[in-house]
């Protein structure tokens, strides 16, 4: 099982970004998957998971700015992350059980 993110980057408030997450070993179709992020200095934080085609949940502070999605053709999971803010920066990694990625960096500031 391995999971590579990407799309991360430095952003100004209001900004948007997408990352991704490709995986491989294993079917992300049928998997319970999550983006969690660690803020220097913070533990790590669940942010959002998905189950199924249609079943999602984030944490309070993102609802209705990030939003959870995989292309099963592409054996992907992605975020899609509008109206960013400061605090929202941090290093993404996606889950799938036990197993991360390397983390991908996103940076809001001016």
Not at 5 to 10: Q, T
Not at 31 to 58: C, D, N
Not at 78 to 83: E, R, W
Not at 86 to 102: I, L, M, P, W
Request: with cysteine; net charge positive; aromatic share 10%.
């Amino acid at each position: 099982v391995q999971l590579v993110e990407s799309g991360g980057g430095a952003v100004q408030p209001g900004g948007s970004l997408t990352l991704s997450c490709a995986a491989s070993g294993f079917t992300v179709s049928n998997a319970f998957m999550t983006w969690v992020r660690q803020a220097p200095g913070k533990e790590l934080e669940w942010v959002a998971g998905i189950q199924g085609s249609h079943t999602t949940a984030y944490t309070d502070s993102v609802k209705g700015r990030f939003t959870i999605s995989r292309d099963n053709a592409k054996n992907s999971l992605y975020l899609q992350m509008n109206s960013l803010k400061s605090e929202d920066t941090a290093r993404y990694f996606c889950k799938f059980g036990t197993t991360r990625g390397q983390g991908t960096q996103v940076t809001v500031s001016n």
